[in-house]
């Protein structure tokens, strides 16, 4: 079994910042991707940034510049630290981590969501 959890979410006014954590835990023998998703009401979910176990990173367009995903290998954790924030980046924000198990089967998991509400 694996299990995602994120953290990290919360208000904050347009301009200001916050840093989501998501933590990927159980039966683990390697993750290859882990990464960000939102969803805002209405919307379908989207690609908000992803990074492979390479390094290789991937950003929506709309947060290039003011979003930056990082990882802890060691501890099975991926970060994203959110800038200059706008209305517009309220959502749902998912984590989801890509790999293989303890049993050497491949597995995709999504977290339960953190809210993040940025107010104008």
């Known amino acids: 079994q694996v299990h995602v959890v994120e953290s990290g979410g919360g208000l904050v006014q347009a301009g200001g910042s916050l840093r989501l954590s998501c933590e990927a835990s159980?039966?683990?023998?390697?993750?290859?991707?882990m990464g960000w998703y939102r969803q805002a009401p209405g919307k379908q979910r989207e690609l908000v940034a992803a990074?492979?176990?390479?390094?290789?990173?991937n950003y929506a367009d709309s947060v290039k510049g003011r979003f930056t995903i990082s990882r802890d290998n060691a501890k099975n954790t991926v970060y994203l630290q959110m800038n200059s924030l706008k209305p517009e980046d309220t959502a749902v924000y998912y984590c989801n981590a890509q790999g293989l198990t303890g049993l050497m089967a491949y597995f995709g998991r999504w977290g339960q969501g953190t809210l993040v509400t940025v107010s104008s």
């Open positions: 159980g039966s683990i023998f390697r993750i290859n991707t």
């Open positions: 990074l492979s176990s390479g390094g290789d990173t």
